[in-house]
């Protein structure tokens, strides 16, 4: 059983920055595809960021420009880098494996105070 295991969220002000840890208890390049989603409050969750085992990246429009995913397989471990945070993105934010996504962490608030 794969155990996602997310860190870094917390409250920051408008224009701040987080960066999330997802800690992942496999191989990651055996998982295959890593990603983000987030759910904000009363609202379904979506996609923020996706990478591949390939080095490809995948974002959602609203966060491009200011959000970096990355991954350290050696470690197995995935990095979400949230520049110019904005109220709208606050949210729980969740690590997940596989794409579509099959494991889920249990996710991070984020929350940004305007």
């Known amino acids: 059983q794969v155990q996602l295991v997310e860190s870094g969220g917390g409250l920051v002000q408008a224009g701040g920055s987080l960066r999330l840890s997802c800690a992942a208890s496999?191989?990651?390049?055996?998982?295959?595809?890593m990603g983000w989603y987030r759910q904000p409050p009363g609202k379904q969750r979506e996609l923020v960021a996706t990478s591949t085992n390939g080095g490809s990246t995948n974002y959602a429009d609203s966060v491009k420009g200011r959000f970096t995913i990355s991954r350290d397989n050696a470690k197995n471990t995935v990095h979400l880098q949230m520049n110019n945070l904005k109220p709208e993105d606050t949210a729980v934010y969740y690590c997940t494996g596989r794409n579509p996504p099959f494991y889920w962490g249990q996710g991070t608030q984020v929350t940004v105070s305007s």
């Open positions: 496999a191989n990651i390049l055996s998982i295959g595809s």
